[in-house]
């Protein structure tokens, strides 16, 4: 569904990160460190970079950008235990996603790219 993709990634992203877990028995969220995997597969692996090359590229920049949020989050927990480098992904994401003038959080994306690529460059 395209005209909703963007609120669903979102709403999944905070249900994934942010949402702190209940102790409700009867759901079930992945663990951070799987959800963390699998950001490292889609942008740092052959197969992750060519699954995302056979989705839309609006889906494909989102899947990027929330990917990029992922191993952030990971670094801020201090839970990157691959050691995987977010910095080289975010400029690239961030000229691609100014291209794409349909997507609806372009700005919020835009504008959460330069927060994160700040932190690392004031981090290192």
């Known amino acids: 569904e395209s005209d909703s ?7 999944l992203f905070d249900w994934l990160v942010r949402t702190p877990s209940c102790e409700q028995p ?13 950001a ?9 970079r060519a699954y995302l090359f ?11 950008y929330y990917a990029v949020l992922i191993l952030h989050e990971a670094d801020r927990r201090k839970q990157n235990t691959s050691g995987l480098d977010v910095l080289p992904h975010i400029a690239p994401l961030r000229n691609e996603i100014g291209r794409f003038n349909d997507l609806i959080f372009q700005q919020e ?3 959460n790219l ?6 690392y460059r004031q981090t290192r």
Do not use: K
């Not at 490292?40 to 992750?48: I, R």
């Not at 330069?114 to 932190?119: F, L, P, S, T």
């Open 114 to 119: 330069d927060q994160v690529e700040y932190y």
């Open 26 to 38: 009867d759901i079930i969220r992945p663990e951070f460190e799987d959800v963390y995997a699998y």
């Open 109 to 111: 994306y835009l504008l």
């Open 54 to 64: 056979r989705r839309s590229p609006t889906t494909r920049v989102v899947m990027q």
């Open 5 to 11: 993709m963007e609120d669903v990634f979102e709403m």
């Open 40 to 48: 490292g597969f889609f942008l740092n692996t052959t197969g992750g």
